[in-house]
């Protein structure tokens, strides 16, 4: 069965019944196969694996790729992340016909991915040559439990009285083991496949029934009654040895799912109304979630997460600004373990600062396990041609990013141990960065030569939001200098020490900050996104959009140059992060401005535009961005056959809290202005905020429900603030904008 | 069991020159199948028998090798309608008859038939002598593929894959990102390129997989990928001279209404070397 593929619907046949937590694929498209393949994938943020056939089909491409371990690569990316054979692979036969979808007759084929457990399963209905019906299943999951361990169980039997004798062909011959484990001894099959650097992958495999091993190969004979069932747990980078008591599968499995769907409860948002955006959703918090690093900063969240091999699994600034404030607000020790990474990464940072002239950290623009860049400086495409690739020397919003991000933690979650210990070092090693980076000429604070968000223009002077950025990372350092010390006298001193930090300087950094150019934006006028933007020739930049092809890529990249089109959100974007550095009638006249001019090329930019669209009370924009959004990955499915958007996904999590519910912060407290566009009657989701589980439902009629698990808490809706022990109800007016409300005290993000 | 039947090729004649050239490149394409050829002349008058092959002027040399037809009636569709009822496998068509005027891409006739044809479409045209496309035909070592990133597009793969395979020839699939995206009916490009170094790289791939995942290409048949960036019809032309191709075999849509067929109409007029057309089945709808 061969068809084209659908969106995941619940109308889908069957569907129905299946809960909301679960995203549906049936049937089997070859062209698309991939791109479902990473849609449907699991992970628990040391390994990912793709919900790829076990069977083998031409247009699979099982692997399982483990985070953190780089291998050197030919392609121009040098390092890539390291992917190997999916253990779950297998040649199946029956009675000696080895059975694959091509050459059956399928009746039906459904893939699910339970987004709550973080597990994918299949079911095939199919008819082999002798018409006798089979059904195969299978489960696969990566331990949220113990993140070493992936799960997988296959399970092969006839329907009705048929029979059979089935056959699984392994890569490599399987040893037999002998295993205790808490319901019986038994006697369990095992490969152990080296994969250097990383050491071993071994599967402990135990089939039931009455099954023979010869070689390669178990067999064993089939009916209904005792189908082929095989329970496989492979230990990513080792595992236990021989004899070692173990948890049986099931335990296993009840650990895993303990564990997810507590996360799951934590973070889950539910959008009423519209079914689309409600899977969107949760597709993207699965992935979010499942992305979470292991909580030893070791490594962090690659552009496409373990999902596929596009991008490599190099780091750039999406993780700190579009990923990270969705674990944050759900899972915050996940957040700091990436957070630790850039920490582990500081000195590389700082060599490349120094190798460039500059003081302070440099972040790698494309950084994987070291912290050096790794952005080739050019690139042979398809056609041939070879092309520069200025990224890598000149994008530093990125020592920018890793200190926003710093700073939205430490607010968040109040883990001052953390700041004092490593935040506050990073945020000033990039504020030494910043403050050697800008030139002074003639009184005027520059900064030169960059690439900010919109890639399209390279080498420009003064962009915005590098500016803005750079102002905002010499601002907060200076105050930071300040604050630790009210937390830890001694703590703080000893850090200024360490890092040499002159008694003078925190205030240098404040008086740089004021004296950037184009940096805070209260004049109502457009700002220009650069030097020279507003004399680039103009372009329809609508026409590319509908015609689907990235303005760059059409027209060339020396052509895109001269042309005032961005790429994403630019000026745009200094809002997103900081829109205190804004009055409301700028930025309405900039967004009018730039909005048009924004050819969406970078799957990042349609959420921002969803969230600002939120802020603005336009509901018409907002939901269709909303929906390019969901789209990105669900729409069909061939742009995640290298692997989920993982930034984009974030990127709507942003859209719907931040955004529809409005959310802001401070340390002392949480602030709403809700917006739900016509057609979305009510939004409920949970958030940790400083040890803190909240939990809001916010109704379209004006009503915003809000329940606190913890110490009483703050709480202003649309600028009215009160206190709040265990549960409250609010009313709010969705005409009041976030800047009104801020006038009112409320303060947003970092 | 019952007799497999000949392969048919049909050549539509409209005697407005002689027939020789067109069926000697004919006899070249029937050979690839073994192939009997039927001629066919489309006429509004009843004509005797005897008097088609003259009106047609097939040569008397190749009375004894071809089958003589008439037909009445709006010549496109006639010869659309015979070919159907023959099971042509191909129809070898001149791209200009009595008309000829070599500044439009082709004749009304070919055009019209191009729109719905029932089998692969070789068109003959007079800016390639008839010696060069034999030559070509006759030793085919690279075939051009253009692919456009629809479904439609990737049946080419498969006929062109069969000739590939026949013939020992390399299979040369191209993808040209266009500048004017109203010409095209599927997704060109990667929907988003977040950086474009590796977006085109994986994309590069993820396009030839799916285009391939959707044919049935033999894997005996050696192919190579090759993406350029500008207007598709001249691009595709422009690379088959630089590759020195000798044939491109394109699936299209068949409308070939204004502003649509770009890139037919290119090719008819900038291809320096033979073309065959196929009309593509939809997959994706209408």
């Given at each position: 069965?061969?068809?084209?593929?659908?969106?995941?619907?619940?109308?889908?046949?069957?569907?129905?019944?299946?809960?909301?937590?679960?995203?549906?694929?049936?049937?089997?498209?070859?062209?698309?196969?991939?791109?479902?393949?990473?849609?449907?994938?699991?992970?628990?943020?040391?390994?990912?694996?793709?919900a790829?056939?076990?069977?083998?089909?031409?247009?699979?491409?099982?692997?399982?790729?483990?985070?953190?371990?780089?291998?050197?690569?030919?392609?121009?990316?040098?390092q890539?992340?390291?992917?190997?054979?999916?253990?779950?692979?297998?040649?199946?036969?029956?009675?000696?016909?080895?059975?694959?979808?091509?050459?059956?007759?399928?009746?039906?084929?459904?893939?699910?991915?339970?987004?709550?457990?973080?597990?994918?399963?299949?079911?095939?209905?199919?008819?082999?040559?002798?018409?006798?019906?089979?059904?195969?299943?299978?489960?696969r999951a990566?331990?949220?439990?113990?993140?070493?361990?992936?799960?997988?169980?296959?399970?092969?039997?006839?329907?009705?009285d048929?029979?059979?004798?089935?056959?699984?062909?392994?890569?490599?011959?399987?040893?037999?083991?002998?295993?205790?484990?808490?319901a019986?001894?038994?006697?369990?099959?095992?490969?152990?496949?080296?994969?250097?650097?990383?050491?071993?992958?071994?599967?402990?495999?135990?089939?039931?029934?009455?099954?023979?091993?010869?070689?390669?190969?178990?067999?064993?004979?089939?009916?209904?009654?005792?189908?082929?069932?095989?329970?496989?747990?492979?230990?990513?980078?080792?595992?236990?040895?021989?004899?070692?008591?173990?948890?049986?599968?099931?335990?296993?499995?009840?650990?895993?799912?303990?564990?997810?769907?507590?996360?799951?409860?934590?973070?889950?948002?539910?959008?009423?109304?519209?079914?689309?955006?409600?899977?969107?959703?949760?597709?993207?918090?699965?992935?979010?979630?499942?992305?979470?690093?292991?909580?030893?900063?070791?490594?962090?969240?690659?552009?496409?997460?373990?999902?596929?091999?596009?991008?490599h699994?190099?780091?750039?600034?999406?993780?700190?600004?579009?990923?990270?404030?969705?674990?944050?607000?759900?899972?915050?020790?996940?957040?700091?373990?990436?957070?630790?990474?850039?920490?582990?990464?500081?000195?590389a940072?700082?060599?490349?600062?120094?190798?460039?002239?500059?003081?302070?950290?440099?972040?790698?623009?494309?950084?994987?396990?070291?912290?050096?860049?790794?952005?080739?400086?050019?690139?042979?495409?398809?056609?041939?041609?070879a092309q520069?690739?200025?990224?890598?020397?000149?994008?530093?919003?990125?020592?920018?990013?890793?200190?926003?991000?710093?700073?939205q933690?430490?607010?968040?979650?109040?883990?001052?141990?953390?700041?004092?210990?490593?935040?506050?070092?990073?945020?000033?090693?990039?504020?030494?960065?910043?403050?050697?980076?800008?030139?002074?000429?003639?009184?005027?604070?520059?900064?030169?030569?960059?690439?900010?968000?919109?890639?399209?223009?390279?080498?420009?002077?003064?962009?915005a939001?590098?500016?803005?950025?750079?102002?905002?990372?010499?601002?907060?350092?200076?105050?930071?200098?300040?604050?630790?010390?009210?937390?830890d006298?001694?703590?703080?001193?000893?850090?200024?020490?360490?890092?040499?930090?002159?008694?003078?300087?925190?205030?240098?950094?404040?008086?740089?900050a004021?004296?950037?150019?184009?940096?805070?934006?209260?004049?109502?006028?457009?700002?220009?996104?650069?030097?020279g933007?507003?004399?680039?020739?103009?372009?329809?930049?609508?026409?590319?959009?509908?015609?689907?092809?990235?303005?760059?890529i059409?027209l060339?990249?020396?052509?895109?140059?001269?042309?005032?089109?961005?790429?994403?959100?630019?000026?745009?974007?200094?809002?997103?992060?900081?829109?205190?550095?804004?009055?409301e009638?700028?930025?309405?006249a900039?967004?009018a401005?730039?909005?048009?001019?924004?050819?969406?090329?970078?799957?990042?930019?349609?959420?921002?535009?969803?969230?600002?669209?939120?802020?603005?009370?336009?509901?018409?924009?907002?939901?269709?961005?909303l929906?390019?959004?969901?789209?990105?990955?669900?729409?069909?499915?061939?742009?995640?056959?290298?692997?989920?958007?993982?930034?984009?996904?974030?990127?709507?999590?942003?859209?719907?809290?931040?955004?529809?519910?409005?959310f802001?912060?401070?340390?002392?407290?949480?602030?709403?202005d809700?917006?739900?566009?016509?057609?979305?009657?009510?939004?409920?989701?949970?958030?940790?905020?400083?040890?803190?589980?909240?939990?809001?439902?916010?109704?379209?009629?004006?009503?915003?429900?809000?329940?606190?698990?913890?110490?009483?808490?703050?709480?202003?809706?649309?600028?009215?603030?009160?206190p709040?022990?265990?549960?409250?109800?609010?009313?709010?007016?969705?005409?009041?904008?976030?800047?009104?409300?801020?006038?009112?005290g409320?303060?947003?993000?970092? | 069991?019952?007799?497999?039947t000949?392969?048919?090729?049909?050549?539509?004649?409209?005697?407005?020159s002689?027939?020789?050239?067109?069926?000697?490149?004919?006899?070249?394409?029937a050979?690839w199948?073994?192939?009997?050829?039927?001629?066919?002349?489309?006429?509004?008058?009843?004509?005797?028998?005897?008097a088609?092959?003259?009106?047609?002027?097939?040569?008397?040399?190749?009375?004894?090798?071809?089958?003589v037809?008439?037909?009445?009636?709006?010549?496109?569709?006639?010869?659309?309608?015979?070919?159907?009822?023959?099971?042509?496998?191909?129809?070898?068509?001149?791209?200009?008859?009595?008309?000829?005027?070599?500044?439009?891409?082709?004749?009304?006739?070919?055009?019209?038939?191009?729109?719905?044809?029932?089998?692969?479409?070789?068109?003959?045209?007079?800016a390639?002598?008839?010696?060069?496309?034999?030559?070509?035909?006759?030793?085919?070592?690279?075939?051009?593929?253009?692919?456009?990133?629809?479904?439609e597009?990737?049946?080419?793969?498969?006929?062109?894959?069969?000739?590939?395979?026949?013939?020992?020839?390399?299979?040369?699939?191209?993808?040209?990102?266009?500048?004017r995206?109203?010409?095209?009916?599927a997704?060109?490009?990667?929907?988003?390129?977040?950086?474009?170094?590796?977006?085109?790289?994986?994309?590069?791939?993820?396009?030839?997989?799916?285009?391939?995942?959707?044919?049935?290409?033999?894997?005996?048949?050696?192919?190579?990928?090759?993406?350029?960036?500008?207007?598709?019809?001249?691009?595709?032309?422009?690379?088959?001279?630089?590759?020195?191709c000798?044939?491109?075999?394109?699936?299209?849509?068949?409308?070939?209404?204004?502003?649509?067929?770009?890139?037919?109409?290119?090719?008819?007029?900038?291809?320096?070397?033979?073309?065959?057309?196929?009309?593509?089945?939809?997959?994706?709808?209408?």
């Open positions: 069965m061969e068809r084209d593929p659908t969106d995941v619907r619940p109308e889908a046949p069957g569907a129905e019944s299946l809960p909301a937590s679960m995203l549906v694929y049936d049937g089997f498209a070859p062209h698309v196969e991939r791109g479902v393949e990473a849609a449907f994938s699991v992970s628990n943020g040391l390994f990912g694996v793709r790829s056939l076990e069977e083998g089909n031409p247009a699979s491409h099982p692997m399982v790729i483990v985070a953190g371990v780089y291998v050197p690569t030919v392609l121009a990316a040098s890539t992340l390291l992917a190997t054979d999916d253990p779950a692979s297998v040649v199946i036969a029956i009675d000696g016909e080895r059975i694959q979808l091509a050459g059956a007759e399928t009746l039906a084929h459904r893939r699910t991915l339970d987004v709550r457990h973080g597990e994918v399963a299949r079911s095939w209905l199919f008819r082999d040559r002798e018409n006798r019906q089979w059904r195969l299943e299978s489960l990566a331990s949220a439990a113990d993140e070493r361990c992936y799960l997988h169980r296959l399970l092969l039997a006839p329907e009705g048929a029979a059979g004798t089935v056959s699984l062909r392994f890569a490599a011959p399987p040893v037999l083991e002998h295993a205790e484990d808490r019986a001894s038994r006697t369990v099959l095992v490969t152990s496949a080296d994969v250097p650097p990383l050491g071993t992958i071994r599967t402990s495999r135990r089939p039931a029934g009455d099954w023979r091993l010869e070689g390669d190969t178990v067999t064993a004979p089939v009916t209904r009654a005792a189908p082929l069932h095989i329970e496989s747990v492979s230990h990513v980078g080792g595992g236990p040895g021989v004899g070692v008591v173990e948890a049986t599968f099931d335990q296993m499995l009840a650990s895993h799912r303990r564990v997810r769907s507590q996360r799951w409860d934590d973070a889950d948002i539910i959008i009423e109304g519209n079914d689309e955006l409600q899977r969107a959703i949760r597709f993207a918090l699965h992935h979010l979630l499942s992305a979470a690093p292991p909580h030893d900063g070791y490594t962090s969240i690659g552009a496409r997460d373990l999902s596929g091999e596009a991008y699994g190099h780091i750039f600034w999406d993780t700190e600004i579009f990923m990270l404030p969705a674990l944050i607000f759900s899972h915050p020790e996940a957040a700091r373990s990436c957070l630790l990474y850039r920490y582990r990464t500081l000195d940072a700082r060599a490349r600062a120094h190798s460039l002239g500059f003081a302070g950290a440099l972040y790698a623009w494309e950084s994987t396990d070291t912290g050096e860049d790794r952005t080739p400086s050019s690139v042979i495409l398809p056609d041939g041609s520069r690739i200025f990224t890598g020397e000149q994008e530093h919003h990125i020592s920018s990013a890793v200190p926003y991000a710093v700073v933690y430490w607010r968040a979650t109040g883990d001052d141990r953390f700041m004092l210990e490593y935040g506050a070092e990073m945020v000033f090693e990039c504020a030494r960065f910043w403050n050697s980076r800008v030139t002074v000429t003639d009184d005027q604070y520059s900064i030169g030569k960059v690439i900010g968000p919109d890639e399209f223009h390279v080498g420009v002077d003064d962009d939001y590098t500016n803005a950025m750079a102002a905002w990372t010499l601002r907060t350092a200076s105050e930071l200098a300040g604050r630790l010390s009210t937390i006298e001694s703590s703080a001193l000893a850090l200024r020490q360490r890092l040499r930090i002159e008694p003078a300087e925190p205030a240098e950094w404040a008086a740089t004021s004296r950037i150019s184009r940096s805070s934006f209260f004049e109502p006028r457009v700002v220009e996104q650069f030097d933007f507003f004399g680039l020739r103009s372009v329809d930049v609508s026409a590319y959009r509908k015609g689907g092809v990235p303005l760059d059409a060339g990249f020396a052509a895109v140059q001269g042309v005032r089109a961005v790429k994403q959100a630019d000026v745009l974007m200094t809002a997103a992060l900081l829109p205190d550095v804004w009055q009638d700028a930025f309405r900039n967004f401005f730039y909005e048009p001019l924004t050819a969406h090329t970078s799957s990042l930019s349609p959420p921002v535009h969803a969230l600002l669209s939120a802020w603005l009370r336009d509901a018409e924009r907002c939901r269709s961005y929906d390019e959004t969901a789209r990105i990955d669900l729409g069909d499915f061939r742009g995640a056959a290298g692997g989920v958007h993982l930034a984009a996904q974030g990127g709507l999590w942003q859209a719907v809290i931040f955004g529809l519910a409005g802001k912060f401070t340390p002392d407290a949480v602030a709403f809700p917006f739900l566009p016509p057609g979305l009657p009510a939004l409920s989701f949970a958030l940790q905020w400083r040890g803190r589980r909240i939990r809001v439902r916010i109704a379209a009629e004006g009503m915003l429900e809000i329940d606190v698990d913890g110490p009483v808490t703050m709480v202003r809706v649309n600028g009215m603030q009160r709040v022990e265990g549960r409250a109800v609010f009313a709010f007016d969705p005409t009041i904008t976030f800047w009104s409300a801020m006038q009112q409320g303060t947003y993000g970092a | 069991m019952a007799p497999k000949q392969p048919r090729l049909l050549v539509p004649l409209d005697g407005s002689p027939a020789e050239g067109q069926l000697q490149i004919a006899e070249v394409i050979a199948t073994g192939a009997e050829i039927h001629v066919l002349f489309a006429a509004d008058e009843v004509l005797p028998a005897e088609v092959a003259a009106r047609a002027r097939v040569p008397a040399a190749w009375l004894e090798r071809v089958r037809h008439a037909a009445r009636g709006e010549p496109a569709r006639a010869i659309q309608d015979f070919a159907r009822g023959i099971a042509a496998e191909v129809i070898v068509l001149a791209s200009h008859g009595a008309t000829r005027n070599l500044e439009l891409p082709a004749g009304h006739v070919t055009l019209g038939v191009l729109e719905d044809p029932p089998c692969p479409v070789y068109v003959v045209r007079s390639l002598s008839t010696r060069s496309q034999i030559h070509r035909l006759r030793h085919l070592r690279r075939i051009l593929v253009p692919l456009d990133g629809s479904a597009a990737t049946q080419s793969i498969e006929f062109a894959s069969a000739l590939a395979l026949r013939a020992g020839a390399r299979l040369l699939m191209l993808h040209v990102i266009c500048d995206p109203e010409l095209m009916r997704p060109v490009a990667p929907g988003y390129s977040d950086q474009s170094h590796y977006e085109l790289e994986a994309w590069g791939e993820e396009f030839i997989r799916s285009s391939f995942a959707r044919s049935a290409r033999p894997p005996e048949v050696r192919a190579e990928v090759a993406l350029r960036y500008g207007d598709p019809g001249r691009e595709i032309a422009r690379y088959s001279r630089d590759e020195d000798d044939l491109i075999v394109a699936a299209w849509g068949g409308r070939l209404s204004p502003g649509r067929a770009h890139v037919v109409r290119t090719l008819l007029q900038e291809a320096r070397c033979p073309l065959l057309f196929l009309r593509a089945r939809t997959l994706d709808g209408p």
